[in-house]
């Protein structure tokens, strides 16, 4: 078990970039693979990006490949996704979840279930 704690949201125009962060709290923090996943009004979770424990491994949607990265500093015990290029289709809740999923993360990476810790939300909107 690992809390969490997500920041970095707001309004942005469409185009614009924002940083969201994820600080967990433990030492064992190094261990765990984090995914961000994010929900719209009246629309089912979804999951976003997913990263490794070493950072080595990344995932990502096809809706946001090739604008969204995600990374992580283990001495800082944080995890980042950096969006570029925003639409108003990213407009959503984003939330980051934890779990220690080792060789399971390939292939478990977009599923909810997989995740044991969950973070309380950050609240993104994107302007036309």
């Known amino acids: 078990q690992v809390q969490l704690v997500e920041s970095g949201g707001g309004l942005v125009q469409a185009g614009g970039s924002l940083r969201l962060s994820c600080a967990a709290s433990?030492?064992?923090?190094?261990?765990?693979?984090m995914g961000w996943f994010r929900q719209a009004p009246g629309k089912e979770r979804e999951s976003v990006a997913a990263?490794?424990?070493?950072?080595?491994?990344?995932y990502y949607a096809d809706s946001v490949k090739g604008r969204f990265t995600i990374s992580r500093d283990n001495a800082k015990n944080t995890v980042y996704l950096q969006m570029n290029s925003l639409k108003p289709e990213d407009t959503a809740v984003y939330y980051c979840?934890?779990?220690?999923?080792?060789?399971?993360?390939?292939?478990?990476?977009?599923?909810?279930?997989?995740?044991?810790?969950w973070g309380q939300g950050t609240q993104v909107t994107v302007s036309s």
């Open positions: 433990g030492r064992t923090f190094s261990n765990y693979d």
């Open positions: 990263i490794s424990w070493s950072g080595g491994s990344t």
């Open positions: 979840a934890a779990d220690a999923l080792g060789y399971r993360l390939s292939r478990r990476w977009y599923n909810r279930d997989a995740y044991g810790s």
